[in-house]
DNA sequence: GAAACGATTGGAAGCGCTTCCATGATTTGT
DNA sequence: ACAAATCATGGAAGCGCTTCCAATCGTTTC
């Protein structure tokens, strides 16, 4: 039994010769090694614990696409949840997750209850935290700047000549990336002067968009541009303007963020921020593999960067 | 111990006086049950494993989403895997996750290599296929006919007028769905007169769809309908007729498959199927809860249906 | 009031591995 | 050639639960 474990680990101590009897024992017996067992013995389960706020979406879905891919190749598991964007939810599946014992957990977002930052923080696994940037990341956080990017996107809107410019965000404390992109706008427009910055709030979806750009128009003669906090909105509202036939970008310029595939293909184009999502997936992974090896040098913040990708919804 | 076991699991052989005790005291301990050392006693793990072609594409995504939900409910987790439509690789997370012992397994279509079949055949625990239907399912098969859907669209364009329609298809063996839809589409053509049915494969992208229009448009003078297998391909399709000024559905007709949110929300708004996959995700889950608690009598092909959406694409 | 019974409870075995330890085999140094 | 060190191997303990069994206790029945 020993001896068998340890070819079964690859460990050094085995002579070439009881290696080769075991492995054909094993071909043989169609022996699969059971890791349930081998996790409780190891105090090691290969389990990934991954948390997301709706696995229908591509923005999330495509992050776990990246850790999954990297995971397997290393022999460990993803296990999965989704919270649907609320605390309690999230607390739940977390306490559940971790009674399963997980190498460790992924969670989505900088800002967290009380409760579930304690008790990632009491868990003793590796915490990454997602999809944004903070400097007090509880454990590790892999992301990007959501602030930054924002400002650069509403830079460019006003670098075309834009004075009056709306940003179109979610519910109040939807989450923390909207949030941020929405403080990113408002440092901006702080510093400029002669500016006209609108704040208005829709659901997340295309027809939350489409609704914003409808509310907008009839509000207001003169609308120069748009900047909504996500791509669906963006294209929710581009639609909207087909339909009216408002000119984008001549009437109204617009800016959505994600870069989702839509985005490159819609008439206009839509100008927005592009995430490497799958990437960021299998950065996190990567340094959850790389910790579990028991490399500790890692840093704690690791920023995937963003990239500006303008298009036709913004260029005359 | 023993005790302490009965109490967590609910046993009815336990006075209320101590069960009181026992649960003050883990309430006291902060202890937290170790699953793993569960699933080993008890040979039953809660986890379920779930493998999809492509964990970053909605259609597939939300299919987990809905399992998610309904397993998180029963205390049971899932453990995700995403095969990149390559057989070698699903065999390979299949074998990785039948070593964790899951409960039960999720498979998306019901075409499998030998190899992937037998393997789970010989799995011993419930296996479900989705995502599509067939008459000889490895265990139980929860989908829609792929098939039936494809008839009745096409049999929609048929009955608006046109005689001649482009089915627009993924690559040859891409997998079970797109060909049941494409030998649907076949079946009706071969029971029609005067009708003129064309096959053109492309990428299954917005790009794809673009390029199926592009060349369609350009090898003959008329081209009535065109029948994209998905929504992806379709609405790349409309966006590429938007862009050259083809009127649809006048000059062109075009239908999707899949009804993902934009198909409602594009100029023109696209007619598709209508596939109810969180439903089905939950229809899944529920099914393997059912058996996981001794319910035999399930049957083993469960029909979620399908609704065709007509829209303005092909409403003249 | 004694026998019989069912409801509770504690204890031990065991789930299938890993890992430590002791033993024996082999190699190395001198 | 011999002692010391190194390596390979089998065996046993133990991971933290569940579950079975036997023992205990309070009740009911006649």
């Known amino acids: ?29 169609g022996y699969v090694p059971n890791l349930v067992a081998r996790s409780l013995a190891a105090n090691r389960t290969g389990l990934i614990a991954a948390i997301i ?4 979406y591509t923005q999330h879905s495509e992050v776990i696409q990246g850790m ?16 649907g964007y609320s605390d309690e939810v999230e607390l739940q599946i977390i306490d559940a997750f971790l009674a399963r014992r997980p190498d460790a957990i992924y969670v989505t977002g900088v800002r967290h209850s009380e409760a579930i930052r304690s008790t990632l923080e009491r868990s003793g696994i590796p915490v990454i935290e997602g999809s944004n940037l903070t400097n007090n990341p509880i454990d590790t956080v892999v992301g990007y700047s959501n602030f930054d990017a924002s400002v650069e996107l509403t830079r460019l809107l006003i670098d075309r000549g834009h004075r009056r410019i709306w940003h179109v965000t ?17 440092w901006l427009a702080s510093t400029c002067n002669g500016f006209e910055a609108d704040v208005i709030r829709c659901e997340n979806s295309f027809e939350g968009g489409a609704e914003a750009v409808r509310q907008t128009l009839a509000s207001v003669d003169k609308v120069e541009a748009m900047c909504f906090a996500t791509d669906v909105m963006a294209v929710g509202g581009l639609l909207e303007c ?14 959505g963020f994600d870069d989702l595939t839509i985005a490159a ?21 990567e340094i959850i593999v790389d910790r579990l090896q028991g490399n500790n040098q890692l840093p704690h913040i690791v920023d995937v960067g963003f990239e500006i990708i303008e298009r036709q919804s913004t260029r005359q």
């Open 68 to 83: 999954a891919d990297v995971l397997h190749a290393h022999g460990m598991n993803l296990m999965i949840g989704a919270s």
């Open 53 to 56: 706020p709706a696995i229908g």
């Open 1 to 29: 039994m020993g001896t068998v474990s340890r070819v079964l680990n690859g460990s050094v101590n085995v002579s070439a010769d009881t290696r080769q009897k075991v492995t054909a024992a094993i071909a043989e017996l």
């Open 242 to 255: 087909q339909r009216r036939g408002v000119d984008v970008p001549g009437r109204l310029a617009i800016t």
């Open 170 to 186: 979610g519910a109040k404390d939807f989450n923390d990336r909207i949030d941020d992109r929405l403080a990113g706008f408002h």
């Open 265 to 285: 293909s819609i008439n206009p184009s839509l100008t927005t921020v592009k995430v490497d999502r799958v990437g960021l997936g299998r950065k996190a992974a």
